[in-house]
């Protein structure tokens, strides 16, 4: 957020007299935790470069609203879903494997992910284009991913198929 004003601000707006010392005991002292700067600071240092997510790296996002076509009262107690009414939602469609940059055309699980803005709280709905998932159990989630992505160090795909075995 850029600063406005002739000071520096913290996020919260608090004005800053000296951004470039710590608040210390005394001047040779151990740092404070109430130096809020200092802390606000650290954080967007760690947090300036976030890393790219595991699986679904790869999407296509957009905001819009939903609107039922008739009352699902009978099947659900959600309010949206048993008035017309018109619900903002922000929906993601993205791939499973693929990383930021991989095509659109490869093979691969798509995804999707959806939250309903809703007067009783945001309803999330996520899925996959599969039937049936190909594991049974979580623990094995992490190991199915590893496998159809390529090693870290070595780019060698498919390398972990070989060394994961089946559920």
């Not at 049974?136 to 498919?158: L, N, S, V, W």
Request: proline share 5%; glycine share 8%; aromatic share 8%.
């Amino acid at each position: 957020m850029a600063q406005r004003g002739s000071y520096l601000t913290t996020a919260q707006g608090a004005r800053l007299y000296d951004t470039d010392h710590s608040l210390k005991a005394d001047p040779r002292g151990p740092v404070l935790l109430q130096d809020h700067h200092l802390r606000e600071k650290i954080t967007h240092f760690g947090h300036e470069r976030i890393p790219e997510r595991v699986v679904h790296a790869r999407g296509a996002a957009a905001h819009g609203v939903f609107r039922g076509y008739g009352s699902a009262a009978n099947i659900s107690k959600a309010a949206f879903l048993a008035q017309a009414v018109e619900t903002p939602v922000f929906v993601r469609f993205s791939t499973v494997l693929g990383s930021r940059g991989s095509a659109d055309t490869v093979r691969d699980t798509r995804g999707f992910a959806t939250k309903f803005y809703t007067e009783e709280g945001v309803f999330d709905l996520v899925g996959n284009n599969i039937p049936v998932f190909s594991i049974q159990d979580a623990i094995k989630f992490p190991d199915i991913i590893h496998a159809g992505k390529p090693h870290p160090a070595t780019r060698e795909h498919y390398g972990r198929c070989t060394r994961t075995p089946r559920n």
